[in-house]
């Protein structure tokens, strides 16, 4: 039987502490607040207990944030969408951020195994002065355990709207995209790390950020399959593909931590969770 589950997360100030409060059905949930850089900003882990999605499955997230709150949202392993029997797998995320509020929103990378039907939608939603940093990584089967992406299709859907749209639609057997030089060359990790803002981004300030991003990859192993960009005056984007996930979490994890220190001048203080 499928499951459909959702996740209603919402950050609010009490003092000088942003706290956490949450409601859910189904098997989607935060673990404890954790406050290991202080009271300002809250860390949660979101878990999904059965590990993973089949076809029929739906996740549902919401994240609100109010004004002058500070939250970051990991996972402790990966999303997982597995073989369907024809439905769809589907997780919707969906981000709402009010005047100065910030977040992090940090997931663990999305796996897609051999004959999933899936589809993974984020949606930004940012009121004037509301700022993100977020990252979609996603892995195309597991090739060091021997299971290529050979079937079925994912979709990925990054959107704020009105403002910046980025959609791939990944089929297996579609060679040209899978193999080939105009498409992903024979990687089969692909991942994007973006800071979003509700107001345009000051041009200095966004000139020292795309000039930090480029000057972690340039010494990166990556440095040939990375890129940065602005593609709109809210947003910017770094790019890579890779042969596999760990190298490009690895460079999207020092470009955050660069990011985070120029951008709201607070040191990287990575996820507990991440060092288990």
């Known amino acids: 039987m499928p499951w459909h589950a959702q996740l209603q997360i919402d950050y609010c100030a009490e003092a000088s502490r942003t706290v956490a409060r949450y409601q859910h059905t189904g098997p989607l949930r935060i673990l404890k607040s954790l406050y290991p850089e202080g009271d300002a900003i809250c860390h949660n882990v979101l878990v999904h207990p059965p590990g993973g999605l089949v076809g029929g499955d739906t996740l549902d997230i919401h994240v609100h944030a109010a004004s002058g709150t500070h939250g970051l949202i990991t996972t402790p392993g990966a999303t997982r969408f597995y073989r369907s029997q024809g439905d769809r797998a589907v997780q919707k995320s969906r981000i709402t951020l009010e005047e100065g509020a910030r977040l992090e929103w940090l997931p663990l990378e999305n796996i897609a195994y051999s004959g999933c039907l899936a589809e993974n939608r984020l949606q930004l939603n940012l009121t004037g002065g509301a700022e993100l940093i977020g990252w979609d990584v996603t892995a195309l089967g597991l090739p060091n355990a021997n299971l290529p992406f050979e079937q079925g299709r994912f979709l990925q859907h990054i959107e704020m709207p009105g403002v910046w749209l980025e959609r791939g639609h990944i ?6 995209l899978m193999d080939s030089p105009l498409g992903l060359a024979g990687h089969r990790c692909t991942a994007s790390l973006f800071f ?3 107001s345009p981004i000051e041009r200095n300030r966004k000139q020292r950020v795309l000039d930090a991003a480029r ?3 340039a010494s990166h192993d990556l440095r040939g399959t990375a890129g940065v960009t602005s593609p709109n005056p809210q947003v910017i984007v770094l790019r890579v593909v890779a042969p596999l ?4 979490m690895h460079g999207l994890r020092q470009v955050w931590a660069v990011w985070r220190s120029l951008l709201w ?6 996820p507990r969770i991440w060092s288990t």
Do not use: C, N
């Open 171 to 176: 089929d297996a057997t579609d060679l040209r």
């Open 196 to 198: 979003a803002a509700g």
């Open 215 to 217: 000057d972690v990859m």
């Open 245 to 248: 996930v760990e190298s490009a």
């Open 265 to 270: 001048d607070t040191s990287a203080s990575s």
